[in-house]
C-alpha cells in the first residue's frame, strides 16, 4: 500500500517567516513529487514539482527532495496571509500513474 | 492559461438516481483522471484514461462507475446508481504526454450530494 505521510497541523507563522511542510512517502519506487495547495472547497492548485533529490526554486517556494530518506519538503518564505491554505504532498510511480495524495498540512499564516 | 473545466459545480441527487459529471481537459492533453474528495479526508484516485480506454482504476471504481470520452473535449464519469457514500467532490485533471510537463492538473470540481 503505497502511502505518504504528513502532519495534519494546523502549523501557524507568522506573517513574514518562513512555512516549513515535511512530507514522507513510502515507495521507493516513487519518480515525481508534488506539491498542491487547496483552499477551503476548492481543487487542488499545483505549486512546485521535483524530480531529482536537491532543491528546486520558485520564486518565494523551495521543494526539497531526499530520496534515500523518502522525504520531501516544502519552504515558503515571506510567508502571506493568502498562503493560508492546505497544502497536499503527492507522489506518482511514473508519468502516467495516478498522483497518491496525503492528508494535507492546514497552514495559518498569522497576519 | 488553459485550464480543466468542469460542469456542474454542484449536484443534489437522490439516492439510487444516476448521475453524469462532465469535464473538458485541457486541449492538448492525452491523460485523464477522475478523483474524489470526501468532506475532511484525502484526495482519492478512481480512474485513469487513455487512448480511449481505462488505463487504471482503483477499488473504489467499482461496477457502479464507467468513464467515457464521446467526443474529441468531453471525459464524463457516471455513476448508475448513487449511494449515500459517494457524496463528495469529484475532480477531474489532465496531463499532457511524454516531453511535456508530467504534472496533472484539475478542474475546479463538482460537489456531488447524494440525499
Known amino acids: 500500500q503505497k502511502e505518504v505521510e504528513q502532519n495534519s497541523g494546523p502549523l501557524s507563522v507568522p506573517e513574514g517567516a518562513i512555512a516549513s511542510l515535511n512530507c514522507t512517502y513510502s515507495?521507493?519506487?516513487?519518480?515525481?513529487f508534488f506539491w498542491y495547495r487547496q483552499y477551503s472547497g476548492k481543487s487542488p492548485e499545483l505549486i512546485m514539482f521535483?524530480?531529482?533529490?536537491g532543491d528546486k526554486e520558485d520564486g518565494r517556494f523551495t521543494a526539497q527532495l531526499n530520496k534515500a530518506s523518502q522525504y520531501v519538503s516544502l519552504l515558503i518564505r515571506d510567508s502571506q496571509p493568502s498562503d493560508s491554505a492546505t497544502y497536499l504532498c503527492a507522489v506518482n510511480m511514473r508519468r502516467d500513474d495516478k498522483i497518491i495524495f496525503g492528508k494535507g498540512t492546514r497552514l495559518h499564516i498569522l497576519p | 492559461e488553459p485550464e480543466v473545466t468542469q460542469t456542474p459545480s454542484h449536484q443534489v441527487t437522490q439516492m439510487g438516481q444516476e448521475v453524469i459529471l462532465r469535464c473538458v481537459p485541457i486541449?492538448?492533453?492525452?491523460?485523464f483522471y477522475w478523483y474524489r474528495q470526501i468532506l475532511g479526508q484525502k484526495v482519492e484516485f478512481l480512474v485513469s484514461?487513455?487512448?480511449?480506454?481505462?488505463?487504471?482504476k482503483s477499488e473504489i471504481f467499482d461496477d457502479q462507475f464507467s468513464v467515457e470520452r464521446p467526443d474529441g473535449s468531453n471525459f464524463t464519469l457516471k455513476i448508475r446508481s448513487t449511494k449515500l457514500e459517494d457524496s463528495a467532490m469529484y475532480f477531474c485533471?489532465?496531463?499532457?504526454?511524454?516531453?511535456?510537463?508530467?504534472?496533472?492538473?484539475f478542474g475546479p470540481g463538482t460537489r456531488l450530494l447524494v440525499l
Open positions: 484514461f487513455y487512448n480511449n480506454e481505462i488505463s487504471e
Open positions: 485533471a489532465s496531463s499532457p504526454r511524454a516531453g511535456g510537463s508530467e504534472t496533472q492538473y
Open positions: 521535483i524530480y531529482s533529490n
Open positions: 486541449s492538448n492533453h492525452l491523460y
Open positions: 515507495d521507493r519506487g516513487s519518480q515525481s
